[in-house]
Every structure is written in structure tokens, then in C-alpha cells.
């Protein structure tokens, strides 16, 4: 979830974004694989040829949005359970938790301030024997509960590095993303992942990355941005590590929960141009026509970004968002293995997104007319 969004920028701040981004990425290049443990690389080729899997429908959940349990309006929450299961929220909505055949089994605390209570959930995960710790950004607090749903503990935390842009959670504690704003949009900054361990209260830096910045500092009047500017993407492995891609080019880095590079992936691909058909079809896509005439002044990025989205799954593989197709209406999500390999792709609807998953089984939430509801799904591949 965004927190702040407040981004900046003109077709001529724009080009001196994109050229900040290109510069720090040269600049990386000509040392970051001697910084990272291991580097995988994939050609373009490869990835052309890289074989797409079929999705099986195994479970979904609320797809009759009419179900009491269902009142969800866009299931920004969803986290597996252990138990094969998902936990769903929304927006200022209660927790609720459903087993692996897609009943509801119970909701999970309440809105409100006391012991046990939340205002909007943005993060959770699951830890040793079943013990839900989830980030309450309304209150600014841990709320823990036992397998059976019951309260445990609830802790304010302190320190924290606000305004931040994005958090997520593990076993390995809460980790927030810190993205500063500059004197120019596009100026090189030290971007910050904070970590809050489980059993402390406070935010520590654990790693920091070059970023190309996307306000301007110590200014509330931030203009509309350009269309398709590209955003850092991220997300924590259950041990803690952080996998993250910040700029427009196909490059993920892996690092260790103590902040050491481990893993460097790149994919050898051309920038993806801005086609006109692109730019209507997403302006169509935006309801307020104020909002849309302001997009139009705001001027369109050069290349669109090759990962618009980062998701972890259990068991270490990830899986990165292309910029959608956005007169088709589609995205594709390709899969990483935990050593970086490039071994498949789905496509799903524009707006829905992969959300968790373990091996061959992966959680999604579908998003078009008939949702939004979530579901797991099997990959297989054809023949």
C-alpha cells in the first residue's frame, strides 16, 4: 500500500528522471556484479522462448460477493495461512480467515483502538505455530493472535521512518521502505528499508539503494506525474531477505536480511516504448476527466517499466508484473526461481494481481467484473 503519493514532474523533469535512472544504472553496472554473491542472466531470447503456464482452479474465496463474509470492496489483504488457507481484508474491513476448501472459519480482532483492535490492516504474516502478527498503519501498531484468532498482544511502535512509501511483513519482523524526496524529481537519493524485528518496538535501517527520486523535498504541492513512470517494486522473503527492483530497466536484486547483496538477476531487454494506443487506453481507464486532463499536461514517459510489481512466495521463488497490455486488457507475470532462473509466465486480467503462493500453488486475486474475489490456483504447463 502507498502511503504518501505525492509524485512530481513535467515532460522535461521527466526526461531528467529517466536520465537519473539511466546514469545510476550505468553506474551499478560497472560494479554491482562483483558486489552480489551470485548473478543470473537471461537473454532475450530466452525469454521469448520460455514456456507460459495454465492456471487449474483449485479454491476461491467470495466470488458470490453476497456471502456475509464477503463485504470487500478491492482485497488489497490477502495472505495465505499455513493451513492452505487465506486471511482477506480490505480497506477499514475485519479480518477474515477462510480454510483450504473456501468456508470462512472465523474473523480475526476488530475495528477500533483497544487491545486486539485495528484500524487498516497493510501487512501480516505467519509465524511458528500458527501465530498471526499483522501492521495496524491506522493505530501504528503489532497486533498478534493465536492460531484460534484470539488477541495475544499489541505493541505501538516507535521510530518509525515516516512518511514511508511501502511496508511488508515476515517471520523475520516488519520492514518499511523510505523513498526521499529531492531538490529536482529524478535526482539520485538513498532510498531506506527500515526493519522492526519481532521483538522490538523500534525501526532500524538495515540497507539503502539509489533511487531516482519522485518529489520534490519539503514541498506540498507536488504536480500529477508523467504517465508510466516507473516505481521501486519490492517484497521480504519469509526469512527476511529483501528482493527489489528500482528502476525501468529488467534488473532485480536480492539482499540478505542484514543488508548484504546476494543475488543479482538481469534480463537483457530492450526499453518498452510508449505507444499512443497505450497512453488512450490507459487515460480511458481513469473515470475523472479532471484527473485525465491533468495526466495529459503531465507528459508521458519515454519507455514504460519492465516490473511493475514484485510478489515473494514461500518457498523463495518470485514472481515480477510486466507493464500491462493495456489494449488487451492483460499482464504478464513471469516467475523467478530462488536462484533467479526465468522458468515460466502467466497471464492474468489488468488489474489482478499474484499474492502469495508455495511450489506449484499460487494465491491470486482476480479483479474484473464479476470480483474482486481470491482463489489458489495450480500451474501446469501444456501437452
Not at 99 to 125: F, K
Request: proline share 6%; with cysteine.
Amino acid at each position: 500500500m502507498t502511503v504518501r503519493h505525492r509524485l512530481a514532474g513535467r515532460r522535461v523533469t521527466l526526461r531528467w528522471g529517466m536520465l537519473a535512472l539511466v546514469l545510476v544504472g550505468c553506474h551499478d553496472a560497472t560494479d554491482r556484479s562483483n558486489r552480489f554473491r551470485a548473478r543470473q542472466q537471461s537473454t532475450a531470447e530466452q525469454y521469448g522462448q520460455v514456456a507460459p503456464y495454465m492456471l487449474r482452479e483449485l479454491t476461491t474465496y467470495c466470488r458470490d460477493m453476497r456471502a456475509e463474509a464477503c463485504a470487500f470492496r478491492s482485497l488489497p489483504f490477502a495472505l495465505p495461512t499455513p493451513a492452505g488457507g487465506v486471511v482477506l481484508g480490505d480497506f477499514m474491513k475485519v479480518l477474515v480467515e477462510f480454510d483450504s476448501t473456501g468456508v470462512a472459519v472465523r474473523e480475526i480482532g476488530r475495528l477500533g483502538d483497544g487491545p486486539g483492535e485495528y484500524r487498516n490492516v497493510i501487512a501480516g504474516a505467519f509465524s511458528a505455530g500458527g501465530v498471526l502478527t499483522v501492521f495496524d498503519i491506522g493505530n501504528l501498531r503489532r497486533v498478534r493472535y493465536d492460531s484460534a484468532g484470539r488477541h495475544v498482544e499489541t505493541t505501538r511502535l516507535e521510530d518509525l521512518p515516516i512518511p514511508f512509501e511501502s511496508t511488508r511483513m515476515s517471520s523475520a519482523g516488519l520492514v518499511m521502505f523510505r523513498l526521499p524526496g529531492a531538490e529536482h524529481v529524478g535526482d539520485t537519493v538513498r532510498a531506506g528499508f527500515f526493519r522492526v524485528p519481532p521483538d522490538t518496538t523500534r525501526a532500524i535501517e538495515t540497507l539503502s539503494v539509489d533511487a531516482a527520486a519522485l518529489t520534490v523535498r519539503l514541498s506540498d504541492l507536488q504536480p500529477t506525474p508523467p504517465l508510466f513512470t516507473p516505481r521501486p517494486q519490492w517484497d521480504v522473503t519469509s526469512d527476511g531477505d529483501i528482493v527489489y527492483a528500482g528502476a525501468a530497466d529488467f534488473v532485480i536484486e536480492r539482499y540478505t536480511s542484514s543488508g548484504r547483496p546476494d543475488l543479482l538477476i538481469e534480463v537483457d531487454m530492450a526499453p518498452r516504448p510508449v505507444s499512443r494506443s497505450d497512453v488512450e487506453a490507459r487515460l480511458a481507464r481513469i473515470e475523472h476527466p479532471g484527473q485525465r486532463a491533468a495526466i495529459r499536461r503531465a507528459g508521458v514517459a519515454d519507455a514504460q517499466p519492465w516490473i511493475n510489481a514484485l510478489r515473494v512466495t514461500a518457498d523463495g521463488s518470485f514472481w515480477t508484473a510486466e507493464s500491462p497490455d493495456w489494449t488487451k486488457g492483460s499482464v504478464r507475470w513471469n516467475r523467478f526461481s530462488p536462484d533467479g532462473k526465468l522458468e515460466g509466465y502467466v497471464v492474468l486480467g489488468i488489474d489482478s494481481s499474484i499474492e502469495g503462493g508455495v511450489g506449484d500453488r499460487v494465491l491470486i486475486v482476480v479483479r474484473d467484473e464479476d470480483g474482486p474475489y481470491a482463489g489458489w490456483y495450480l500451474l501446469t504447463r501444456g501437452g
